[in-house]
């Protein structure tokens, strides 16, 4: 204790203070009286170079002090603030889930709907498919049933007119022959192929001759006549009939057989040609242009042939 010694001891920044030795004598109170009377502290700190630091100190430390409690105060309302959010948020995430829950069942709903709508869809369209191919059918035999119709309309009028003929024959030609004017013709459908000769022979057995086609009238009743004809063969050049015209006598010469010289004639196109110089005979056929239908062919080959004699005269 008494190498602590008896005085007071300066410190570095300018205070005082009492040893202990002085606290333990006691022989000097704590509080002195000054001429002023007042009680001085013996820790009251002294006037010195470095008060006014100590004073800036405090101050700032105050200041600091109560930015931090305001900055605590800040905060405790952003934290009261950001919990009040945060229940909210929590809220809102409920209500968030329920609904994505909700979501999910109605996405589950949706996609049974969708693949039902999509089953349905396959369904119709197998439908519509199948409906399409019986109307392309049911079109298809309507456009066949048309044809026909047509046909048999065609055939109607052929029929018609043929009938036509054979009432304004009837009693004027004998059976199976046609009238056109005062002439009766003979059409040999089913008696066979004949050479010219032959079918001469046939006609004049009947009482006529080959036909002589010396008019445009003539030529289209016939060529019409034999259009309307069923044909054993399908190439026209085997279905021609013989007429009564030939070149035998002079090449080149076409007469009738009532001696006359050909003067209007009805040749297909590159007829007559005389191919290898034999063809000194003429027929004609069912050709589609009705004024080009004549060929020459030779006088032995085989075809059909056609008749006429004048119309019988009503007693």
Excluded at 66 to 83: A, D, K, P, R
Excluded at 151 to 171: D, H, M, N, V, Y
Aim: charged fraction near 25%; aromatic fraction near 8%; proline fraction near 3%.
């Amino acid at each position: 204790m008494a190498s602590l010694g008896k005085q007071y001891e300066k410190g570095k920044k300018g205070t005082e203070f009492v040893t202990e030795d002085d606290l333990l004598q006691d022989h000097q109170p704590f509080y002195q009286h000054s001429d002023d009377q007042q009680k001085v502290s013996l820790f009251t700190v002294r006037d010195g170079p470095y008060s006014q630091r100590y004073k800036i100190a405090t101050i700032i430390l105050g200041i600091f002090s109560t930015v931090l409690v305001i900055i605590l105060i800040g905060l405790c309302v952003h934290f009261n603030g950001v919990s009040e959010r945060h229940a909210v948020l929590t809220l809102n995430s409920s209500q968030i889930r329920s609904e994505l829950a909700q979501l999910r069942v109605d996405n589950t709903k949706l996609l049974a709907f969708k693949k039902e709508l999509q089953d349905k869809h396959e369904e119709d369209s197998n439908t519509i498919n199948s409906m399409r191919s019986e109307v392309d059918t049911h079109k298809s035999r309507f456009e066949n049933l048309m044809s026909r119709y047509k046909s048999l309309e065609e055939q109607k009028t052929k029929l018609e007119a043929r009938i036509s003929q054979l009432e304004g024959s009837c009693g004027q030609c004998p059976p199976k022959w046609e009238l056109m004017n005062d002439t009766c013709y003979y059409f040999s459908v089913s008696s066979g192929n004949r050479g010219w000769n032959e079918g001469r022979e046939d006609c004049r057995s009947k009482g006529a001759d080959l036909a002589v086609i010396d008019t445009v009238e003539k030529q289209e009743f016939i060529t019409k006549a034999l259009r309307e004809l069923r044909h054993s063969s399908s190439h026209i050049y085997q279905n021609g009939y013989w007429i009564g015209l030939k070149d035998d006598v002079s090449e080149g010469t076409w007469r009738w057989l009532n001696g006359s010289e050909l003067v209007t004639s009805y040749w297909m196109p590159g007829e007559p040609n005389d191919d290898l110089g034999i063809e000194d005979c003429a027929a004609i056929y069912p050709a589609g242009n009705l004024r080009k239908s004549w060929n020459d062919v030779p006088c032995s080959h085989p075809l059909k042939w056609i008749c006429e004699k004048p119309q019988e005269k009503q007693p």
